[in-house]
């Protein structure tokens, strides 16, 4: 038996770092060493919600469940029933939505024994039968957990559609060359949604991303500017909308007073939705992206304009496996650049906090070591702290080698230097 690490949830804002062994694996199961996972809004969700959660067990209080589902990992011993297939020290990342047999159960949500804030984890068969554990041939780890993230990206994008009058048959994606706004959008999704719309084949001609933070709006047009936008073929405007007092015509006025073929809400607010909805051009697709908590949450919406423009509304709530596949190819040829989301880095030791106050953190994305005991710390912090600390210091070098980012030098360098967490 494996002894394992890991933040365990038993309720609401319930959760407990706590040792345990792991049983022995049975020959459909695969044990395997958790090196990264990034922290994840839906699990600060999961985690107020508790068993009230729809992919968290009615029993969760006497049988934990493993938080986190964006992790990558190494195989350590395969059940027989996956000998050949799956190999022993290969590296694979997890996609969390297995929908099996129509179950909602997902890693780092439903299990005692899998989810990504773990040293040491058992893989339950149906991962493997639903192809969900899937080998990553980049560099490093943290790209592997932030392909979920990207995953849940490439998905939204894939869902919007237009309606063919010729043939009743929806034209999927995006619309190629045209004009499409991300609504709220300078946070770690938007980052990837504005990376993931600049480097892929289908690309709008116009983007435009809003949100009311300075801050963050100055840090997404430092990692995506747009210049290098531009060299992509896509003209891309970072807006404040803050002090903005009539912001569907003054965002209108940004595209010559007309609407947009694509509008993406990253914010469960109904304001925004509303907005969103009166940014559509004729045909335009209209893509709630954002995860409320509120069951009852609703928003008004122009039925005139759904019968006689042919607006249209859907709503994603994460990929599937070949959305993951995808952006994991992109990632391995430099395609995408996932270390833009990151923008604080951490041991196990930091999850249990950094996860119950995910909203008053600021920043991109949490990403965690789980091997590593470290506070989580903002990479700009990384300089200040390594006047005092020799680890911080040298993270600080590689980072500013790295033009401000995380990478898998710095990946390297924590995994070998940093202190290991206490088991």
């Known amino acids: 038996m494996m002894k394992t690490t890991a933040v365990r949830l038993y309720g609401v804002k319930d959760l407990r770092l706590e040792s345990f062994e792991l049983p022995k694996i049975k020959s459909t199961e695969i044990l395997a060493k958790v090196i990264s996972d990034s922290i994840c809004m839906s699990t600060y969700k999961a985690v107020n919600q508790g068993s009230s959660h729809k992919r968290v067990p009615s029993n969760v209080d006497t049988h934990p469940t493993i938080i986190g589902h964006e992790f990558c990992l190494e ?11 799956y190999n022993i020290g290969d590296k694979y990342a997890i996609q969390p939505a297995l929908n099996y047999k129509g179950s909602l159960d997902a890693p780092g949500y439903s299990y005692q024994f899998i989810g990504g804030n773990a040293t040491y984890v058992i893989i339950p068969e149906e991962v493997m039968i639903q192809n969900c554990l899937l080998p990553f041939e980049g560099e490093g780890y943290f790209s592997g957990s932030l392909a979920e993230p990207f995953s849940c990206v490439a998905g939204a994008f894939h869902e919007n559609f237009r309606s063919n009058f010729e043939t009743h048959i929806h034209d999927m994606d995006i619309k ?5 706004i991300l609504l709220a959008a300078a946070g770690p999704m938007g980052l990837a949604a504005i990376e993931y719309a600049v480097n892929r084949d289908i690309t709008p001609k116009l983007l435009i991303v809003t949100d009311i933070d300075q801050n963050r709006l100055d840090r997404a047009s430092k990692m995506i500017s747009p210049e290098f936008a531009e060299k992509k073929g896509v003209k891309l405007i970072y807006v404040n909308t803050i ?3 009539d912001p569907v015509n003054q965002i209108k006025a940004l595209n010559h007073n007309q609407g947009f073929d694509d ?10 939705a509303e907005q969103g909805n009166q940014l559509l051009a004729q045909k335009g697709c209209l893509n709630f992206f954002a995860g409320p908590t509120d069951p009852n949450f609703s928003a008004s919406f122009n039925y005139y304009k759904l019968h006689y423009e042919g607006h249209r509304i859907t709503g994603t709530s994460g990929g599937n496996t070949n959305d993951m596949l995808e952006v994991l190819d992109m990632f391995s040829k430099n395609i995408l650049r996932p270390e833009i989301m990151i923008s604080h880095v951490g041991g196990l030791d930091s999850v249990i906090d950094t996860t119950l106050n995910l909203p008053q953190v600021p920043g991109a994305k949490k990403l965690v070591y789980t091997h590593i005991s470290m506070p989580m710390t903002a990479i700009s912090d990384f300089k200040e702290l390594g006047k005092n600390d020799t680890i911080f210091y040298e993270l600080s070098e590689i980072c500013d080698r790295h033009n401000g980012l995380w990478s898998v030098e710095a990946e390297n360098y924590l995994l070998k230097h940093g202190k290991k967490i206490e088991v």
């Open 243 to 245: 002090n903005f007092s």
């Open 263 to 272: 509008v993406f809400i990253f914010a469960p607010v109904k304001m925004l």
């Open 75 to 85: 195989l350590l011993e395969v059940g027989e029933k996956w000998q050949g297939i």
């Open 176 to 180: 190629k060359d045209g004009a499409m």
